[in-house]
C-alpha cells in the first residue's frame, strides 16, 4: 500500500508540473504576443499598401512578395514559394443598377459576383421576379422566367446565434442563382447581399455556372440590403416595374501565382509536421484586413511567437499562406497534393479564416480520441475567456489534408460583425482591433504549442488538466 501511494504521490506531482509548466508557457505566449505582437503591423501593410488581393491580381503577387520577404526576416529554417495556378477574373468598370417605378427613379448599390460575366454594351433592362431562394425558380419555370431579370431575396436568418450557420443557409443562392435562372431563359439575376446587418454595402463572392455553355450564361451581381427591401417593397406595388444593371466584369486565362511557406524543423520529429495558416487572397471591393488579411497575420505570429517565447519545437511548424481560396481553392489543393505526393505527416492543421475578432476557442474536426484531448488542454485557456472548443469544422484550406488519424482546427472568434464586413468595401484595416487580432495570434499559439509538446495521441489520463 505504502508503494501504491507514493507512485500516486508522484503522478500527482508529476501532472501539476507539467500543468503548471504548460499554464507558465500560455502566459508567456499571450504577453509577448499583447506587448510585442507583430500581427497588427503586418496587416496595416497588406491591408493600407498593398490593398485587395484577388488571385491573379498585382496586388495578390506583391502581398506574395512581400509575405515571403518578412517571413524571412524571422530567421526560420526554410521559407519558398510554392507554384500554383489561379483564376484570373477582373471587375472592371464600377457597376450601376437602377429600377424604376410608378412613383419614380431608384438608384441603387451593386456588385457583381465574382466569376459573373458582363452585360451586353448598354446594360441590361428588364422587368423583375422575385423568388426567396434559387429552388423556387424551377417551379416559376420558361413562362415567367424568360426575358426577366430574378431577384434572390433571401436574408440571413437573425435567430441563429451562429452567423457561419446563417451565412452557410444561404450562400447556395449567390452560388447557384445564375446557373438556375439561366435554364429557364433569365436575362440576369440579383442576390440579396449576405450579410448580417441593414447597409448600403454589397457583398460580393464566388458564383458558378456549373456546366451551363457559355453561350447560355448570364450576368450576376449582388444589391446592398438596404436596396434589397426597397426593391422587394417596389415590387409589391409595381409587379411589373424595370430594372437596369451594366457591369463590365471579365474571365481571363489562368495565371501562375504561389502559396508563400515557412518553418521552423523540429528538433525531435521533424518529420511531424504542425501547419498554421490563412489564405492571402481576398476580394477586390475592400483591403480584406478581416479576411483573411488577419488569418495570414496571425500565422505568421505564431511562428514569431514562439521563437519569441523561447520554445523549441519538437516537431516541424510550418506556416502556409494559401492562395485562391475566395474562387477556387487552388492554393489549398495544390498542397496537398505535394504533401501526398512526398508523403508528409500533417498530424495537426489549424486555419483562422473567420476574422480578427475576438477569439472564443477552436472547431475541430477528427476522432473522438483525439478530441478528448484536446477538452483536457481546456482549462489552459479557461484564463484567456477561449471556452468554446467544439467537435465539427476546421477551414477551407486545411480540409484537404484530412486523415484518419490527424487533427484539424479552425480558429473560432465572436462572429456577431463579421458579415458585417465579409466580402464587402468596409472590410478595411480600421475595423480590425489590434487588442483582438493580438489574442487570436496568442490563443493560436498556445494551441500550437500543446499539440507541439504532446502530439497528437491522447496523453495518459494521469496527466490531464482538469479542474
Not at 504576443?33 to 497588406?46: A, P, V
Not at 497534393?337 to 473567420?354: C, P, R, T
Given at each position: 500500500m505504502k508503494v501504491l501511494r507514493i507512485a500516486l504521490l508522484f503522478v500527482i506531482a508529476t501532472t501539476y508540473c507539467i500543468a503548471q509548466n504548460d499554464e507558465d508557457v500560455l502566459k508567456t505566449i499571450y504577453k509577448t504576443?499583447?506587448?510585442?505582437?507583430?500581427?497588427?503591423?503586418?496587416?496595416?501593410?497588406?491591408s493600407n499598401t498593398i490593398g485587395g488581393r484577388l488571385s491573379g491580381s498585382t496586388s495578390a503577387e506583391l502581398a506574395v512578395q512581400y509575405t515571403k520577404s518578412e517571413l524571412e526576416k524571422l530567421g526560420l529554417d526554410k521559407v519558398w514559394l510554392q507554384p500554383v495556378m489561379v483564376p484570373k477574373w477582373v471587375r472592371g468598370e464600377k457597376e450601376m443598377a437602377y429600377f424604376e417605378s410608378s412613383d419614380g427613379f431608384h438608384k441603387v448599390n451593386i456588385c457583381a459576383l465574382g466569376g459573373s460575366i458582363?452585360?451586353?454594351?448598354?446594360?441590361?433592362?428588364?422587368?423583375?421576379?422575385?423568388?426567396?431562394?434559387?429552388?423556387?425558380?424551377?417551379?416559376?419555370?420558361?413562362?415567367?422566367?424568360?426575358?426577366?431579370?430574378?431577384?434572390?431575396?433571401?436574408?440571413?436568418?437573425?435567430?441563429?446565434?451562429?452567423?457561419?450557420?446563417a451565412y452557410g443557409g444561404c450562400s447556395s443562392e449567390r452560388y447557384r442563382g445564375a446557373a438556375e435562372a439561366a435554364k429557364y431563359g433569365a436575362v440576369g439575376t440579383i442576390v440579396r447581399s449576405l450579410s448580417s446587418r441593414q447597409d448600403d454595402y454589397p457583398h460580393t463572392g464566388s458564383m458558378s455556372y456549373g456546366d451551363l455553355p457559355v453561350a447560355q450564361r448570364i450576368p450576376s451581381a449582388a444589391i446592398s440590403t438596404n436596396d434589397a427591401v426597397k426593391l422587394s417593397e417596389a415590387l409589391k406595388k409595381d409587379p411589373n416595374l424595370e430594372f437596369f444593371l451594366e457591369q463590365s466584369c471579365q474571365q481571363f486565362e489562368d495565371v501562375l501565382s504561389y502559396n508563400v511557406i515557412g518553418e521552423i524543423t523540429g528538433s525531435e520529429f521533424p518529420n511531424e509536421i504542425i501547419l498554421v495558416g490563412g489564405h492571402l487572397d481576398s476580394w477586390d471591393l475592400g483591403d480584406g484586413?478581416?479576411?483573411?488579411?488577419?488569418?495570414?497575420?496571425?500565422?505568421?505570429?505564431?511562428?514569431?511567437?514562439?521563437?519569441?517565447?523561447?520554445?523549441?519545437?519538437?516537431?516541424?511548424?510550418?506556416?502556409?499562406?494559401?492562395?485562391?481560396?475566395?474562387?477556387?481553392?487552388?492554393?489549398?489543393?495544390?498542397?496537398?497534393?505535394?504533401?501526398?505526393?512526398?508523403?508528409?505527416?500533417?498530424?495537426?492543421?489549424?486555419?483562422?479564416?473567420?476574422?480578427?475578432?475576438?477569439?472564443?476557442?477552436?472547431?475541430?474536426?477528427?476522432?473522438?480520441?483525439?478530441?478528448?484531448?484536446?477538452?483536457?488542454?481546456k482549462p489552459l485557456f479557461k484564463p484567456y475567456l477561449i471556452h468554446y472548443f467544439e467537435l465539427g469544422?476546421?477551414?477551407?484550406?486545411?480540409?484537404?489534408?484530412?486523415?484518419?488519424?490527424?487533427?484539424?482546427?479552425?480558429?473560432?472568434?465572436?462572429?456577431?460583425?463579421?458579415?458585417?464586413?465579409?466580402?464587402?468595401?468596409?472590410?478595411?484595416?480600421?475595423?480590425?482591433?489590434?487588442?483582438?487580432?493580438?489574442?487570436?495570434?496568442?490563443?493560436?499559439?498556445?494551441?500550437?504549442?500543446l499539440y507541439d509538446k504532446y502530439g497528437v495521441n491522447p496523453v495518459p489520463k494521469s496527466s490531464n488538466f482538469r479542474d
Open positions: 504576443s499583447l506587448t510585442n505582437g507583430k500581427s497588427y503591423d503586418w496587416l496595416d501593410y497588406l458582363a452585360t451586353p454594351d448598354g446594360g441590361t433592362k428588364a422587368q423583375v421576379i422575385e423568388v426567396s431562394t434559387y429552388k423556387d425558380i424551377a417551379g416559376l419555370g420558361e413562362e415567367k422566367i424568360k426575358g426577366k431579370i430574378v431577384f434572390i431575396n433571401r436574408a440571413l436568418q437573425p435567430e441563429l446565434i451562429n452567423t457561419f450557420q484586413a478581416h479576411d483573411d488579411g488577419a488569418g495570414v497575420v496571425q500565422s505568421m505570429d505564431v511562428l514569431r511567437l514562439m521563437k519569441e517565447s523561447g520554445i523549441t519545437p519538437k516537431r516541424s511548424i510550418r506556416v502556409v499562406l494559401f492562395m485562391n481560396e475566395e474562387n477556387g481553392l487552388r492554393g489549398a489543393r495544390k498542397y496537398a497534393e505535394v504533401a501526398k505526393e512526398k508523403g508528409e505527416n500533417h498530424i495537426f492543421a489549424l486555419e483562422s479564416d473567420a476574422g480578427g475578432f475576438t477569439p472564443r476557442g477552436f472547431s475541430f474536426t477528427t476522432n473522438e480520441a483525439n478530441y478528448s484531448q484536446v477538452l483536457d488542454w469544422g476546421s477551414g477551407a484550406d486545411v480540409g484537404p489534408l484530412r486523415s484518419e488519424s490527424n487533427v484539424l482546427a479552425g480558429l473560432r472568434p465572436d462572429s456577431q460583425r463579421y458579415f458585417d464586413h465579409h466580402h464587402a468595401s468596409n472590410d478595411m484595416f480600421e475595423h480590425v482591433n489590434k487588442r483582438e487580432l493580438e489574442l487570436g495570434a496568442a490563443t493560436m499559439t498556445s494551441l500550437v504549442y
